[in-house]
């Protein structure tokens, strides 16, 4: 399968992403039959690039695509086929994360630091193992403290010879100004539903209804759409959550529903840890010397890295929190769309066809201007959110306007 398949709804971005690997290839391989060394300037290929777009567009997925194509060493090249060949073991290994010369940069924190860039800076300068590309993508570069931002630029001003810094975020607006006037933009549509739908049944095997599902109930976000369809969890938590529009009629309701929102945004946490924090700890005790069994003790001196690695764990619950709260709140704002193109008679399809009740009954006992205020208490939750407003407060204060409309 090509590497391209996975970028769904993007036509316009896989063909410039495309032949910019073709142009990559060509430059390659000219350089290695000591052909001289074409300028890349002019061409479609750039040493930086942006990609942009809405939660769910897939812009990590169309980065790593493009990494994976820029690594294909597919005998087809020589004949006219277009690199990302998707089966070469270029493609292959940059796929699945393991070559040598891609490094995917994610963090499960809420911000990227001096220290983490620097090293990314330094690996940057390193000449690539395989003779092609040095590619560095940055999944979630609208993280980086503005401190690391200035290292950043100092490298994309001034590139090593054949890296190539993949940089992705939500909006230009979330980069520096100074990186994103370097790089080439590339902005990422929210895919279709029924595209995405299809993704789910080829790459992930899921059954044609559970997938219709999930591609309409998340009105095309990828990532949430694959979680939904295979996680009965996340099923059980979305449709408490549409539930939530019913319970705040009164002021105990409001307050009520807002803790019952945090407490499993908390619960998700917990689970995150469960599932890493024990098995990161074990492996960090290993690597310091300490002897089998919880009990032990470390080895002199060592306390620092563990201390370090505890206070890591914490950071990594806080976005768990504020991730699964967002996630809700997208949730709510998609049930209140739904209750707005009734309002409207609009004849929209709705994205959440198991709470059309629900959805009925609100439409019918209030009016559109009620809706878009609600509409706009949850926009305003995830802004207080994103401002480190303590959770329980933004979100109780968000339940009570929901309440009163």
């Not at 911000?111 to 090293?119: A, S």
């Not at 009734?342 to 009740?357: H, I, K, L, M, T």
Request: proline letters at 4%; a neutral charge.
């Amino acid at each position: 399968m090509p590497v391209w398949d996975e970028v769904v709804g993007q036509e316009k971005v896989t063909a410039q992403l495309s032949a910019a690997a073709r142009d990559a290839d060509a430059y390659v391989t000219a350089e290695a039959a000591g052909k001289g060394t074409a300028a890349l300037s002019g061409s479609a290929m750039t040493h930086a690039w942006l990609f942009t777009g809405p939660p769910g567009s897939g812009r990590s997925t169309a980065a790593r695509a493009f990494a994976a194509a820029l690594q294909c060493v597919s005998p087809d090249r020589a004949l006219g086929g277009a690199p990302g060949c998707g089966f070469c073991d270029g493609c292959h290994t940059a796929m699945v994360g393991t070559h040598a010369d891609v490094e995917v940069i994610r963090t499960d924190l809420l911000t990227i630091g001096v220290k983490e860039t620097r090293e990314q800076v330094r690996r940057a300068q390193m000449s690539p193992a395989g003779g092609r590309w040095q590619v560095i993508v940055m999944e979630d570069a609208d993280r980086l403290t503005e401190g690391a931002g200035n290292v950043l630029l100092k490298a994309v001003e001034e590139p090593a010879p054949r890296t190539v810094w993949l940089l992705c975020a939500p909006s230009t607006e979330d980069v520096l100004p100074t990186i994103r006037s370097r790089c080439r933009h590339l902005a990422l549509r929210t895919p279709p539903v029924d595209a995405v739908a299809d993704l789910l049944m080829r790459r992930d095997g899921i059954e044609p209804d559970m997938a219709a599902y999930a591609a309409r109930a998340t009105q095309g976000h990828i990532g949430r759409a694959r979680r939904l369809a295979v996680d009965e969890r996340a099923r059980r938590r979305r449709s408490a959550v549409l539930t939530l529009p019913q319970r705040v009629s009164d002021v105990g309701g409001a307050l009520r529903a807002a803790q019952e929102l945090i407490d499993a945004a908390a619960e998700d946490a917990k689970e995150v840890a469960e599932e890493h924090d024990e098995r990161e700890t074990e492996e960090l005790r290993t690597a310091l010397g300490a002897s089998e069994g919880k009990g032990s003790r470390l080895p002199r001196g060592t306390a620092g890295a563990m201390k370090e690695l505890q206070d890591r764990q914490k950071r990594r619950a806080t976005r768990t929190q504020r991730d699964s709260l967002d996630l809700a709140l997208s949730d709510l704002t998609g049930f209140y769309r739904d209750v707005l193109a009734r309002q409207f008679g609009s004849g929209v399809a709705p994205a959440n066809e198991d709470a059309a009740d629900a959805v009925a009954r609100l439409a019918a006992d209030s009016g559109p201007e009620q809706t878009l205020r609600r509409i706009e208490a949850v926009l305003e939750c995830r802004g207080a959110l994103d401002r480190n407003v303590a959770p329980l407060l933004a979100v109780e204060a968000m339940t009570m306007t929901l309440r009163a409309g």
